[in-house]
């Protein structure tokens, strides 16, 4: 008869070892290179790191520039705007659809494939699973960032070279300067970026293999890119994760905005980390052995989604209790002072490049009167009917200039500024330059009213 | 003689909610051994299976792998390996990257791990630089169990193995478990293909709903139970139609005389009464050209049991 028995692993069995976990670096590596066998990750690296310098090059070539995007028509003068032109519209489309490729199907991939329970018995350990998925997704996002600021930087300093940059108030940066902000609102914009990964990764634990949760990133860029445009109070807007692509705007004035910028990023994030949070939450509780699973259905939703409506609300009553901003933030006082200082700023500019005596902004002492809808209703708000009249003075010359501007005003502070006369001050004519010829300076400019009240005036 | 439990559960019980999957198993397995595990859609197997690669925790109940009691949180000693519902590789991948990644995972140098000779012993060495996207089920098969191989496991479980090989792939398959059993790895293997547990397996388990309704050797299914379907192909039909008639315990089930295949007798009997009729047909001079059971002893007890379970709840 056979008898049975157990035996301890330290006696008859060769030793046992409990489950041995797979490191956090190795599981890492794997998915990685699981993210890098797929060809469209393979495709999308070589888009980040190719595509913005042909585009840079190709743009800064032709004789009509991308005056709609910001630093757009600084393209001929400039290498260093061309990467802040991209950064432009990968805020808009490229970041929110590139998180949602990486992060919003690091998860959902396993489901489609089935091979969970291959991963687990492998790693045998959710937990660094789950940081292995997350690092790696973090990883090959930021090397798809990197590519995007990178390719178009050396695509702008290829075609047209490291020259100063014109900032948003009109003052003119050096290379070094322009190179760093660059480079700073490239960071900036990673932390919107790890909230939509964050919310790419929530979606991907929360709805399986759904095509919803490989959308979710992109369609929450898209929810909030709706929202700036909203004429909403600037505590609604600064609270929201998607500010923070709007707020490196911030950094190309002088003094810097900070504030908006702060806000935008601690609010992005804050939102990274509890989506993370509650996507690590949803996989640890997900059963492994039930083959029905496809997604953690409508609790998860719940779960999943209501706390970050809860850090939005909180968000926004943080902001507003700390800086009192209830309003659009677009105020009479703001516009004046920031089309003026523009304007100063490009004065100088064109007095330099007409090779006329050099006047500094101190000496110019330019203000501006403006005036919405003709003085008629609330002066603040976003429009596109706001009207300037600038005002300055040349030193030994008792006539004050006087210049028109029509201002288009969007919700989030950005303005265009377009000369309405006189034409010899602020008309369109080219102006020869040591780079070539460029458009006048005042004809057209772009601008930015800080939202908050806290820097200094003037 | 003593054996070694690769796997000793007691009272084994898992619920999701209010769907109770397994309640109370019990289950031994000795190392060496290939274990059959069966059971009707449902039944748990999958579970089972789930807990014993670590893939779930065990509500209740007590289980030792290889010695080594697993606990409350999701983890299995090493040395176990294998595959629930299928294996499932990464289709981009090709099935040395697979492996390779697998080995670099336990921290094994991919160039010393032996990747060559586990796909070399499942038959993939010809395409073990192709994408795994382009395999068929049975190659997906034989590279999971190189997969499971490529960690020198000392517990192997197996979910159906056999799906999707031809009857090559599947002789190659058993003679790879055989070789693993002989050399002293623990082998459970859940199938539906009782012809695999049966050429396989010296004991099955069978579980319904949640339940080990038989656990035991293979032989003792056939002798402990019921009366199976037996296929008798004699020189003389209509003497062992008429030896049938007359042995006690021994029911002709089929009419062969309706059928095509009119020298075809199927009789129903326990094992003993089915020796007394062989015993006759001998003495009788009736040369029994065979004698095969109409289903399985197996598949016949897997039914048998299984609605017994059913009819019981």
């Known amino acids: ?458 | 003689m003593e054996q070694l439990l690769a796997i000793r559960a007691r009272g084994i019980t898992k619920s999701f909610g209010d769907v109770v999957a397994l309640d109370g198993i019990d289950l031994d397995v000795t190392q060496g051994q290939i274990h059959g595990l069966v059971g009707p859609n449902g039944a748990g197997k999958t579970t089972l299976l789930g807990l014993l690669l670590g893939l779930a925790v065990a509500d209740g109940g007590r289980l030792e792998v290889l010695g080594t009691p697993v606990g409350r949180a999701l983890d299995a000693p090493d040395g176990v390996a294998g595959f629930v519902d299928g294996p499932a590789l990464y289709p981009s991948l090709t099935p040395r990257q697979n492996l390779a990644a697998l080995a670099a995972l336990r921290g094994h140098d991919a160039r010393t791990a032996g990747i060559d000779d586990v796909l070399a012993e499942v038959g993939l060495t010809g395409v073990a630089d192709d994408r795994v996207r382009g395999f068929s089920l049975g190659m997906r098969q034989r590279l999971g169990l190189a997969a499971a191989l490529l960690t020198r496991p000392r517990l192997l479980v197996l979910d159906e193995p056999s799906n999707g090989l031809d009857p090559a792939g599947k002789r190659h398959v058993h003679g790879v478990l055989n070789r693993l059993a002989a050399d002293g790895t623990a082998v459970v293997l859940s199938s539906h293909n009782m012809d695999d547990l049966e050429a396989l397996c010296s004991e099955v388990t069978i579980v319904a709903t949640g339940r080990v309704v038989f656990s035991g050797p293979l032989s003792k299914l056939a002798t402990d139970n019921r009366e199976l379907d037996y296929r008798l192909l004699t020189s003389d039909p209509q003497a062992a139609r008429r030896m049938a008639d007359d042995t006690p315990g021994v029911r002709i089930v089929d009419d062969a005389g309706v059928r095509q295949d009119a020298e075809l007798l199927v009789v129903r009997a326990m094992v003993p009464a089915l020796d007394d009729l062989v015993v006759r047909l001998v003495d009788e001079g009736v040369a029994l050209r065979e004698l095969t059971p109409v289903v399985s002893p197996l598949e016949a007890a897997f039914l048998a049991l299984t609605e017994q379970q059913e009819a019981g709840r």
Not at chain 1, 180 to 205: H, R
Request: aromatic residues 6%.
């Open chain 1, 1 to 458: 008869m056979t008898a049975t028995l157990t035996q301890s692993a330290e006696h008859e069995h060769e030793p046992v070892t409990r489950g041995r976990r797979v490191p956090v670096t190795r599981a890492c590596r794997f998915e990685l290179v699981k993210l890098v066998s797929q060809w469209r990750i393979r495709l999308l690296v070589l888009a980040c790191w190719i595509a913005p310098a042909l585009f840079v090059a190709g743009v800064s070539q032709q004789s009509t520039l991308p005056v709609d995007t910001l630093f757009g028509r600084w393209m001929h003068a400039t290498g260093w705007a061309g990467p802040l032109v991209v950064l432009g519209f990968a805020g808009t489309w490229a970041l929110p659809l590139l998180t949602s490729v990486v992060a919003g199907d690091v998860f959902a991939s396993e489901d489609r494939l089935g091979t969970w329970r291959h991963l687990l018995v492998a790693v045998r350990s959710p937990r660094r699973i789950f940081a292995a998925k997350a690092l790696a997704s973090l990883t090959v996002i930021l090397v798809l960032v990197a590519g995007l600021a990178c390719s178009s930087a050396i695509g702008g300093l290829l075609t047209v070279g490291s020259r100063p940059l014109v900032g948003l108030d009109g003052h003119l940066l050096s290379p070094e300067d322009a190179a760093l902000k660059v480079l700073l609102a490239w960071v900036c914009a990673l932390a919107p970026t790890l909230a939509l990964a964050g919310i790419g990764l929530l979606g991907s634990v929360m709805l399986g293999r759904s095509p919803m949760g490989l959308l979710l990133p992109a369609l929450v860029a898209i929810i909030m890119q709706v929202t700036q445009i909203l004429p909403l109070p600037v505590a609604v807007r600064l609270a929201l994760p998607g500010y923070a692509f709007i707020s490196w705007n911030g950094l190309f004035t002088s003094p810097t905005q900070l504030a908006p910028l702060l806000i935008a990023i601690a609010v992005s994030l804050a939102w990274a980390v509890l989506a993370t949070v509650l996507a690590y939450v949803l996989f640890q509780r997900r059963d492994f052995t039930n083959l029905a699973y496809d997604g953690s259905g409508r609790h998860a939703l719940t779960v999943g989604l209501l706390p970050l409506v809860g850090v939005t609300t909180l968000s926004i009553a943080a902001v507003a209790v700390s800086t009192s901003s209830m309003g659009s933030g677009i105020e009479q006082g703001k516009v004046q002072r920031s089309v003026a200082t523009a304007f100063a700023h490009l004065y100088r500019m064109q007095t330099d490049q007409l090779h006329r005596p050099a006047v500094t902004e101190a000496q110019l002492r330019t203000t501006a009167t403006c005036a919405k809808s003709a003085g008629k209703g609330a002066q603040e708000g976003a429009g596109n009917n706001w009207r300037c009249a600038v005002s300055w003075h040349l030193p030994g010359i008792a006539v004050t200039g006087t210049a028109i501007y029509q201002i288009d005003i969007t919700s989030d502070g950005r303005f265009v500024a377009d000369g309405d006369g006189p034409k010899e001050v602020n008309g369109y004519f080219l102006l020869r330059t040591s780079t070539g010829d460029a458009p006048n300076p005042l004809w057209q400019f772009d601008g930015n009213v800080e939202l908050l009240d806290t820097s200094s005036k003037g």
